[in-house]
Structures are given as C-alpha cells and as structure tokens.
C-alpha cells in the first residue's frame, strides 16, 4: 500500500521542479495547466468550489501559495503556517502540485511555469477588473494563456471565518515546525539534559523587583463613598524582576551570578536570602538612597483589584556603573544577560557603558519590559537573542498597524539580533532568525501550551531564561523557541514567581507528546 504522506509530500514542489517536469506554454501532448493561487489560510468549500471548477478545465492543476513573509493581512496572519497550507491542499484529489511562493505576487511564477489558464475567483471581476489581476492577465496574455474566473455562485471569506476565533492548531505547527528542523521529542528532551549536565555559567545583570500578593476577601463598599472594603488574609513575598530570571536560570541547572541594586531595607535582606538559597550567587549594590522596588498586587477573592508599587527609578550613579562595568568585563561566563525594567540600572547614560564593557565572545541576550516607562530594546542592538513583546515592538518602531509578522522582521532588522522572539501573549511566540542557508523559513510561530491559566505574569521571564540557555547549548533557534514556550506555559499555570524547574518543562514536553501521539494515532 502507498503511503498516502509521502504521496502528499511528493505533490509540493518547487517552481524549478514544476517547469522542469511540466515544461511551458505550449506543451506537447496538448496537455493542459492551469494554476490558482492564494493564501489559503483556512481551506473553505469556496475553495474547494474554486478548484474543483479549475481542475474540471484542465489536465493539471497546480496550487501556487503565498508565503508567510508576504502575507500582510490581519495582524496575526497567517495562523497556518505555509507548511501546512500547502500540505492542506496537496492532501486534496483534485490538486495535483502545489508550489509555495516566495514573491509577493504570483507574477513571477506565472511567466516561468506559463500554465495554459490561471484561474481567479469571480469576485476579483464581479466589481469591474482589479489592477493587480489586469497584470496578472498581461502576463498570461503575453504568452498566449488564457484567464479563467471561477463561478461566483457562493462566495466564502476566510478572513470573516478567521475573525470568528482563530484555528486552534497548536500540535499541528509544532509536528510540522519539528519535522521541517529535523527534530524530535527526543531532541528537545535532550537539550534540556544537556543543559542541566554542562551546567553553563551565566551572569545577569538588571533591576530587582520584590512581587508581593496580598490576598483579602472583599467585604464589600462604603455607603457614603465609592471605597471598596477588603479583609486581609495573607501576604506573600516573590523575587521577579531580573532575580526571577536568575532564578529560572539557576533552576535549569546553570550556575548563576546576579548583579543588581537594591535598597537598604527589609526587602533587601529578603531578596539575599531567598537568592542565597536559590544558589544564585549575588552581586548586590546597597543604595540606601532608594527603595528595593516592591510591587504589591492586591487580590481580592483572587480577583487582582489594586497594585501598589513602590520604586525609584532615576538612573544609578557613575560609581555603581563602572563597578558594574567591571563586573562585566571581567567575567567569565557562558552567558550574559541585560534584563531591563527600567528601574534605574537600564538608560541612555548607562547601557553604553555597560554594553562596551561585554567580553567579545559572551553570548548576549537582553530583554527590555518597558510596561508604561521609557525604553527602547533596540539599544541592545547586536545581541544573540532578544525577547521583547508585541506592545514594546510597536512603542519601539512607533508602529501600531503592522501585521505582527512584519513589525517582527522589521524590529529584527533594526536591532541587527540573530534571533528575535516575539512574545504575543495568549497567542504564543513569533521568532526570527538569522537563516542564510534558508531565509525561506527565517520566521515562524510556535503556540502557547498553556492548559490552566493562573496567572501570566512572569512567563516572559521564563521564556528569557529557558531560550536563552538552550539558544547557546544547540545552536538552534526552533529548539530555544520550543523550550522558552514549555516554559513559559508551566510559569502562567502557578500563582506567583517560582522558578520553573527541568523537571517541570520536560513533564509539560511528556504531556504535549502524548497529545501529539492521540491526535495522529
């Protein structure tokens, strides 16, 4: 029996591989081919319609696809990644070859493959020949090819399907990512061993925050004032900030120096201890002038009602930079990690001193969470590995219209990185990367694995952390962004800053195995 998968995969082709095994316009025979092209991010029966009436006018049909870097509609389009698109269409009877475009039109592909007709729905002529098709025709015309606009009967928009709740395909791009990078289970389970065994020595440097959950019960409001009464219960004290990401780190298996500013005060006492226990070795500096910074949620019937922070965050002084600077220059780690807050240790004045002061061969990595300050991450610029999120990618290239695909690849250009992760929230990652033996495939998404939302705060931390190291023990960038994603979702399915463990992250990989394995019994 044929496997109907290698049948599949046997369907996609390349332009060079189709016009060598098809020929061009005319071809012997009298053979006939015809080509539609289009995203098809969510095959519909339009489609289907589309190219059954296609397939009923010729020989061959050939499928073109627009790739993912050329597809600008919708922010977060396209949400199947091209891989997928094509295998969809390529599983079709009625498809015979499908090629996956990496031009912004179709024009290019059509002068070399020259089909005999090109086919377009009726809704590109239903309100009079839109200029993109007049070209299209042009070039067809040009060789003696013929257009062809399919009946326009029933029409389905898969932007209007896609605006009711994006496909949820999570496994699916993850199997097709994993096969296209030639990885398994086994591969990302191994990294995780192996930076657990190799133990690589780390250095972090950023601010310290102390997250604070002060739990109550809601007694309810004042009759004269519009003041909410609460009952406290119990307070709980956390090291966030970049001290979490240290944390991570250090729990991942490497070992770890911190370098930070805190405050001369309870707090302080608390963030060294906690720290010490760890095993993450801390560089502090003691400023008695400012407060260790606190952020105090105030959650009532675990409803998070109110936060109260309490920070300084004017810029460190010339003598904490240049020990700083010091501690940088003379290190010996693996690894070296800028983690911004903008709480004083990150700004115009400091981070060019404190970026010269980096030993040329370090890994770098930067992570700038401006929340509502002022910050830019592309003044890490020439880093191994940055992570911002989708809101500081606009407030840094003042964009707020770019689909996310695009604004990433721009960020990623602007701040010359050799990988970028795009953090988006509940819908996962979106990492570029530099690939000069296959920029084809430079940007691609990996979903959230989130099963129990808790709380998501601290899940870009681990992220940072969990990518980082595997970004510097493989070499790999879909590895790093496989990792950094597991991890992620196992900080957002607890309450509070606790470092995410190995063990955790290779129990989340068992569990999205398995599924993976349900699915495609």
Partial sequence: MRNPAKRIGNKICTIDELVGFLGTFPRPKRMKVIMCHGVFD???????????????????????????????????????????RAQNLAALEMVDYVVIDDNPTPLENIRRLQPDFFAKGYEYIA???????????????????????????VVFSSSRLIEQGPPRLGIEKLLALMKASDLSFGDIRASLEAIRESGPAVHVIGDTIVDTITRTSMLGAQGKTPTISVLYDTKEDYVG???????????????????????????????LEDLAEAGVKVDATIDATRPTTNKNAIVANDYRLLKIDTLDNRSIDDRTVESMAKSIGTSTADILVFSDFRHGIFNSRTIPSLIAAIPPDAFKVADSQIASRWGNITDFKGFDLITPNEKEARFTLADQDTGVRPLSIKLFKKAECKTLIMKMGPRGILTVWDSPDDPFKSAFTVDSFVDDLIDPVGAGDALLAYSALSQKITGSSVVASIVGSFAAACECERDGNIPVTTEAVLKKLDQVERQAAYDYE
């Fill in 42 to 84: 969510i095959v519909h029966p339009g489609h289907l319609r589309h190219l059954l009436y296609a397939k009923s006018k010729a020989d061959v049909l050939v499928a073109s696809i627009t790739a993912d870097r050329h597809i600008v509609k919708g922010t977060y389009r396209p949400h199947v990644p091209q891989d997928l």
């Fill in 127 to 153: 309100q009079g020949v839109q200029p993109k098709t007049s070209e299209e025709a042009e070039i067809v015309g040009s060789y003696g090819g013929q257009m062809m606009f399919t009946p326009g009967d």
């Fill in 241 to 271: 900030g970049a001290g979490i990401v240290a944390k991570h780190m250090r729990a991942a298996g490497a070992q770890v120096t911190f370098s930070t500013v805190l405050g001369d005060d309870a707090l302080k006492d608390f963030v």
